[in-house]
């Protein structure tokens, strides 16, 4: 009986010859007691037990939750050097029938190496620029072997993409040069010759020796933050010895890097590469107009960026002042981008319910950008907000004051709702103490009270001569009360 070491290494008590399970010679049997590698590899060996009561063996012929229900998946791994790719008509490719799969698709390709190293072939053209050294790629992948149908190593797999740095050592010689000759959005593929992937060696025991590999590559997107990771590694006089423009080249990398990150829902490192590209810039000396321009557009960039990722994180107050830092920034900068921060300004004071602040930023950008339907739809909520803001505010005093009606005879007389008598004597002790103490000018009561117990307070503290503030605050009311100023 052979122990299959990857159910071993799991832990889970099966032992069979082959896992195929419409295979009736070879059943799945279940242990009493779970095996490891360890226990296995052991000099002193491992006792295997049988238990008593087997389980029914799982049908692998289920296909609820089937793994491969992805398209985009299903479309990676449905080719490989034993497939229909290299059944080919062509005449080109069959004037040799004899020859192997991987050098029938070598005929199709072109080489990137000049070796023969690393051939290419494009599968579905790219957008943009090229990808330039030193950048960070995201991808995915699959790798195959010749006549081998499936992928022995694939990014789609996973379900996740890679995410490598280029010319830094993270990935294959081949691979590296592969990923530099596309573009962004590009499908491509590559046969890399075994002395630029694993070698004489290979990686028993998946990938033979002197293996060639076959590669299918999909760029998601790039980023070049070169310039920014080389300022990353400076010290401090380093830093300040550089020119404006190494300074500048380094705001833009992380710029692109917190862009990135925003864009991945990271917003904590977008935050850390936003705020690290306006540092740099404020650090930054100027020698003439242009350079004042270049630095002024980038800083205000990032104060704007920086004011959506506290949108975002629910920090309206913080979102504010990078926006005024934003605006404050010297020079003639386009509209566009100062309509952007004014429009984020006013989402940051309309989370605040400073509505007129609100509608005053609001109407700046849409002076600048007076088509834009964003701003407009924005003004429109502001408005609504607003509105349904007084009539709660209206509602929470109509409701403070019920308890006490006017009766017939003219005097005012308790309503039927009240509170419970504990609570009137605690809040009446608890203003007398708050009046005794010399040190207290201010009491604030918790904002959980209800409109009937608010009433309560604010007649006992009428009673006391203090001072009542009562101010909503979404669904809640802050009610504080203060000792009056001594004549």
């Given at each position: ?289 242009k350079e004042e321009e270049e630095r002024g557009t980038l800083l205000i960039k990032m104060h704007s960026n920086l004011a959506q990722v506290f949108l975002d994180m629910n920090e309206p107050a913080r979102a504010c002042t990078r926006c005024n830092k934003g605006l404050a920034v010297r020079g003639v900068h386009s509209k566009d981008l100062i309509a952007k921060v004014y429009f984020r300004y006013g989402k940051a004071k309309c989370m605040l319910h400073d509505f007129k602040g609100a509608r005053k930023a609001l109407l700046h ?81 918790p904002s959980s009270l209800s409109p009937v117990e608010i009433a309560c307070v604010t007649a006992a503290a009428k009673a006391a001569e203090c001072i009542i503030s009562v101010k909503p605050n979404g669904a809640e009311t802050i009610l504080k009360i203060m000792k009056k100023a001594v004549q």
């Open positions: 009986m052979d122990v299959r070491e990857s159910d071993m290494a799991q832990g889970i008590g099966t032992v069979a010859r082959d896992m195929n399970c419409d295979d009736e010679n070879y059943p799945i049997v279940q242990l009493t007691k779970s095996l490891t590698i360890k226990d296995v590899y052991s000099e002193s060996g491992a006792i295997l037990e049988i238990a008593e009561n087997q389980k029914p063996s799982k049908d692998c012929t289920d296909d609820n939750g089937n793994f491969f229900n992805d398209e985009s998946l299903f479309k990676s791994l449905s080719f490989g050097a034993g497939n229909a790719l290299f059944d080919d008509d062509d005449e080109d490719s069959g004037s040799d029938d004899d020859a192997e799969a991987f050098e029938k698709l070598s005929r199709k390709m072109e080489d990137m190496t000049g070796d023969g190293g690393v051939l290419k072939m494009e599968v579905r053209p790219g957008i943009g620029g090229d990808i330039p050294s030193r950048a960070y790629v995201t991808f995915h992948y699959s790798a195959y072997l010749q006549y081998s149908d499936e992928p022995f190593d694939s990014s789609w797999l996973r379900g996740k993409p890679e995410k490598k740095k280029l010319d830094f050592g993270e990935l294959l010689p081949g691979l590296n040069i592969a990923i530099k000759t596309m573009r962004k959005d590009e499908t491509a593929r590559f046969l890399v010759k075994s002395s630029y992937a694993f070698g004489k060696l290979g990686c028993q025991p998946r990938i033979p020796s002197n293996e060639t590999i076959l590669y299918e590559i999909y760029v998601i997107s790039f980023i070049d933050c070169d310039a920014a990771d080389v300022y990353e590694n400076l010290d401090s006089k380093e830093e300040h010895a550089a020119t404006f423009q190494e300074k500048l080249e380094a705001a833009r990398g992380f710029h692109r890097k917190g862009n990135e990150h925003y864009h991945e829902g990271n917003l904590f490192a977008a935050k850390d590469a936003y705020f690290r590209a306006a540092w740099i810039m404020e650090d930054a000396h100027l020698k003439d107009e950008a849409q002076r600048l950008k007076p088509n834009n339907m964003d701003i407009s739809s924005e003004l429109e909520m502001v408005l609504l907000k607003e509105q349904k803001y007084e009539a709660q505010e209206q509602l929470m005093y109509k409701q403070m004051f019920e308890p006490l009606v006017q009766s017939s005879a003219g005097t005012l007389t308790e309503n039927v709702v009240k509170v419970r008598p504990e609570f009137e004597r605690v809040v009446e002790q608890t203003i007398l103490r708050f009046i005794a103490e010399p040190n207290m000018n201010e009491l604030q009561f």
